[in-house]
């Protein structure tokens, strides 16, 4: 889950490539939770990026 104190309103989640593997757009007004579900993703590298109305933010995610 990601949790922030402002609205999220994209995430998306590129590969060590930097090919997009997935993007989630809110359909909700007010959302600062969403489950992003990285069980489906390979061991390696990812970088999540979070779009909300406070700006963008991009995270590194290592999956063991």
């Given amino acids: 889950s990601i949790v922030t104190s402002d609205n999220i309103e994209l995430i998306t989640i590129f590969n060590s490539n930097g090919q997009l593997i997935k993007s989630i757009k809110t359909s909700q007004e007010y959302s600062n ?3 992003v579900g990285l069980n489906e993703f390979k061991p390696g590298l990812y970088f999540v990026t979070i779009s909300s109305i406070a700006g963008i933010t991009s995270k590194q995610v290592i999956i063991q």
Wanted: proline fraction near 0%; aromatic fraction near 0%.
């Fill in 33 to 35: 939770k969403i489950d």
